[in-house]
């Protein structure tokens, strides 16, 4: 580590829990189902192309399930490493 | 959508040019390749200032922060691409309707006649535009909004040539005059 860091200490100290990943967790899917939901109704009402608007949907939603599902996998696998 | 006259057609739609959409994904890039290296730098210098307890592997800690924010940079681009794909100009062949999504929950239209164009303006400005071909058209009308404005369309000069055909089509075609008797 660099020396020139300043040296303070707040005495703040924080845990690293899978409950605390969970709640993270579960934070980012609020925000992402809000996010999707306004995206998906601006695509339906103002979008006129059928074809357009399902590949748009397809794409978006699996390449974010797959990073949902990688995150879950992610905290689980941490839960397991600290048993 | 738009709601067509009898007799009307759509000749063409046209939206931004494909850089537009590039420009800020690559800028959402760089911004979120900040962000990844802050969050790592963030937890590798975070004992100098605060305790982090972390019971199982640093990677997975990492490896998480990273999908973070890869999926909130996911969104944005999407919000970025549904501005780009609802701000889009119909053009048909009485008329030039300009869809403008000015921001979420929030669409304006306006119309312009062909009959009131009286002049058709294209700006391409700097090295992109030049290179990629698109640019600026601003039409003035003779209507109440007396400037009508395209910014970084694809092809310019082929949609002014053909406004300039519609509009001479729209004025040698006999108009329909209905009399109540």
């Known amino acids: 580590m660099s020396p020139y860091l300043p040296r303070i200490n707040w005495n703040l100290t924080v845990t690293v829990t899978p409950l605390l990943l969970w709640l993270v967790f579960g934070t980012i899917c609020v925000i992402y189902a809000v996010m999707s939901w306004i995206m998906v109704y601006h695509w339906d009402t103002f979008g006129y192309n059928v074809k357009h608007k399902l590949r748009v949907k397809l794409i978006y939603f699996v390449v974010s399930v797959i990073m949902l599902s990688a995150m879950a996998l992610l905290i689980w696998l941490y839960g397991a490493t600290l048993k | ?181």
């Open chain 2, 1 to 181: 959508m738009i709601q067509l006259n009898s007799d009307e057609i759509v000749v063409f739609e046209i939206r931004k040019h494909w850089f537009y959409i590039f420009w800020r994904a690559l800028a959402l890039l760089i911004v979120t390749a900040i962000i990844a290296g802050g969050v790592y730098l963030a937890v590798y210098f975070s004992s100098r200032y605060f305790q982090l307890n972390i019971g199982g592997s640093y990677e997975i800690i990492f490896a998480l922060g990273f999908l973070a924010v890869l999926l909130i940079a996911w969104m944005s681009f999407f919000a970025f691409w549904t501005k780009y794909y609802l701000d889009y100009w119909v053009v048909t062949n009485e008329r030039i309707v300009d869809v403008d999504l000015m921001g979420f929950f929030h669409q304006e239209t306006a119309v312009v006649r062909l009959d009131q164009i009286q002049d058709v303006t294209i700006r391409v400005n700097g090295f992109f535009q030049n290179i990629f071909g698109f640019g600026t058209i601003q039409i003035q009308t003779a209507g109440e909004s007396r400037e009508f404005i395209m910014p970084n369309i694809t092809n310019p000069e082929g949609v002014k040539e053909t406004i300039f055909r519609l509009q001479n089509e729209a004025m040698e075609k006999p108009k329909k005059v209905e009399i109540a008797v």
